[in-house]
T-cell receptor, first 115, second 109 residues
């Protein structure tokens, strides 16, 4: 199994508070992604990174920021959490989307509840 | 726009065969993926098709028709552990994945 860990796995917070989710990988994969998963929706890309300090927005990036200061860590920050950000967040990694199958390996997920 | 359609839910019997369909519209195309996701767990990779035709991998097979924007996942000899959601995703010209909402497969004894 690909070495990806997310923390925290569960978090309950209040509206307006900042929240940071961490994704740590031991695979040395170049690409890292943050997705959110909500009932009735497919996985939706929030932000992704294609290298240290290289990040880009996904389709639902409003209200989220990311940072990648080391290859192995990709942080997702909600500056001021809102109830609409209650979701399950998945981190994923890949070697390169265009090589081989480009498959994604997912972390276990972080369940965030914003009250 | 870019879009993936797959049925919301399907029911099948243990030991039987089930086919889960997926249609896609993307800006460019760099392959079609199927992932399995058990309740409360992370998605795991099942298959990848980029050329037309059938790819077989044990009890699971995946088919692609690029001209029709269509794929299916075929599961044979169904087992109770196959109860899960099956996610279809197409990779566009920018190598970004467009995801379907998933098909929840319920296996009955």
């Amino acid at each position: 199994d690909a070495g990806i860990t997310q923390s925290p796995r569960h978090k309950v917070t209040e509206t307006g508070t900042p929240v940071t989710l961490r994704c740590h990988q031991t695979e040395n994969h170049r690409y890292m992604y943050w997705y959110r998963q909500d009932p009735g929706h497919g996985l939706r890309l929030i932000h992704y990174s294609y290298g240290v300090k290289d990040t880009d927005k996904g389709e639902v990036s409003d209200g989220y920021s990311v940072s990648r200061s080391k290859t192995e860590d990709f942080l997702l920050t909600l500056e001021s959490a809102t109830s609409s950000q209650t979701s399950v967040y998945f981190c994923a990694i890949s070697e390169s989307p265009g090589q081989n199958t480009g498959e994604l390996f997912f972390g276990e997920g972080s369940r965030l509840t914003v009250l | 726009g870019q879009n993936i359609d797959q049925p919301t839910e399907m029911t099948a019997t243990e030991g039987a065969i089930v086919q889960i369909n997926c249609t896609y519209q993307t800006s460019g195309f760099n392959g079609l993926f199927w992932y399995q996701q058990h309740a409360g767990e992370a998605p795991t990779f099942l298959s990848y098709n980029v050329l037309d035709g059938l790819e077989e991998k044990g009890r699971f097979s995946s088919f692609l028709s690029r001209s029709k924007g269509y794929s299916y996942l075929l599961l044979k000899e169904l087992q109770m552990k196959d109860s899960a959601s099956y996610l279809c995703a197409a990779m566009d010209s920018n190598y970004q994945l467009i995801w379907g909402a998933g098909t929840k497969l319920i296996i009955k004894p």
